[in-house]
């Protein structure tokens, strides 16, 4: 699901992929639903490729905004709250308690919050990808190696 949504350097927002060309995405902003190009010079980051550091390792961005989604119910985040009372940190230390505090920034976890919100005013439930449906794609292929 979350290959599908982009992040555009320069951008505000999140956006999905409608359809491509050569040199060109065809993208609809997921908060007012207008549809614009991308062209190839601009700087483009599918959701999915996203990871945030912890002490375990690198975690996939869906399943932290599948451990956000849990932890608020599927309500939004005042974002500009937690900005304001300096609780961006405690916040995302309530949800994810082995993160790394070195490399993870204020601004990291204010840009999760604030794309959490935006996919769940969308009506985004389910972010991380199934595990079995990871499996079934992977038998699929190397039944058609065989």
């Known amino acids: 699901m979350l290959r599908t949504i982009l992040s555009v350097t320069g951008r505000p927002g999140l956006f999905k992929i409608i359809s491509q060309g050569k040199g060109i995405l065809v993208v609809e902003d997921l908060s007012t639903s207008k549809r614009q190009p991308i062209h190839s010079r601009d700087k483009v980051v599918s959701l999915g490729d996203i990871a945030m550091y912890t002490e375990s390792g690198d975690t996939p961005l869906g399943e932290i905004l599948d451990k956000v989604y849990a932890k608020y119910d599927g309500k939004k985040i005042d974002v500009k709250g937690l900005v304001k009372e300096d609780g ?9 308690e082995d993160y790394d505090r070195d490399r993870v920034y204020n601004n990291d976890i204010k840009k999760l919050f604030t794309w959490y919100n935006i996919l769940v005013d969308s009506g985004y439930t389910k972010f991380a990808e199934e595990k079995e449906e990871k499996e079934e794609k992977e038998a699929e292929k190397t039944e058609e190696a065989e």
């Open 88 to 96: 961006l940190r405690a916040a995302f230390e309530e949800i994810v």
